[in-house]
C-alpha cells in the first residue's frame, strides 16, 4: 500500500495559480497510477488528472485541460499539481491517490483508486 500526504493549498483570487504537492512513501514501483481528485461542498469526489508512474502517460479531467498539469519527481517520490487559471469553481478539497495499474484501464479509471491522503483545501474567490 501507499502512504499519500498533500500539501500547497490555500487561498487565491481567480485567475491566480497554485501548486499542490503529494508525498509519497511504501510501494511506490512505476506500475502504479498516482493521481488527483477534488470534492466541493454537496458534490462527489471527481478525477482531476492522473499519471502512469512507469509509463509516464498522464491523463486528465475535460475540465481542467489546459489549466492543470500533473508531474511526478520520481527522486523524490512527490507527485504536483500545477493549477494555472484557476476559478471560483475549482474551490474544493484536493486529494491524492494510488492505485497499482493492474487495477486499472488507464490511469483515468477514477473509480479504482485504492489509497488516499487527507487532503488539501483550495479556496479561489473571485
Known amino acids: 500500500r501507499v502512504q499519500l500526504v498533500e500539501s500547497g493549498g490555500g487561498s487565491v483570487q481567480a485567475g491566480g495559480s497554485l501548486r499542490l504537492s503529494c508525498a509519497a512513501s511504501?510501494?511506490?514501483?512505476?506500475?502504479?497510477?498516482l493521481g488527483w481528485f477534488r470534492q466541493a461542498p454537496g458534490k462527489e469526489r471527481d478525477g482531476v488528472a492522473g499519471?502512469?508512474?512507469?509509463?509516464?502517460?498522464?491523463d486528465y479531467a475535460d475540465s481542467v485541460k489546459g489549466r492543470f498539469t500533473i508531474s511526478l519527481d520520481s527522486a523524490k517520490n512527490t507527485l504536483y499539481l500545477e493549477m494555472n487559471s484557476l476559478k471560483p469553481d475549482d474551490t474544493a478539497m484536493y486529494y491524492c491517490?494510488?492505485?497499482?495499474?493492474?487495477?486499472?484501464?488507464?490511469?483515468?479509471?477514477?473509480?479504482?483508486?485504492?489509497?488516499w491522503g487527507q487532503g488539501t483545501q483550495v479556496t479561489v474567490s473571485s
Open positions: 491517490a494510488a492505485v497499482p495499474a493492474t487495477y486499472a484501464a488507464t490511469c483515468r479509471d477514477w473509480s479504482v483508486y485504492l489509497d
Open positions: 511504501g510501494n511506490t514501483d512505476s506500475s502504479y497510477c
Open positions: 499519471v502512469h508512474v512507469g509509463r509516464g502517460t498522464v
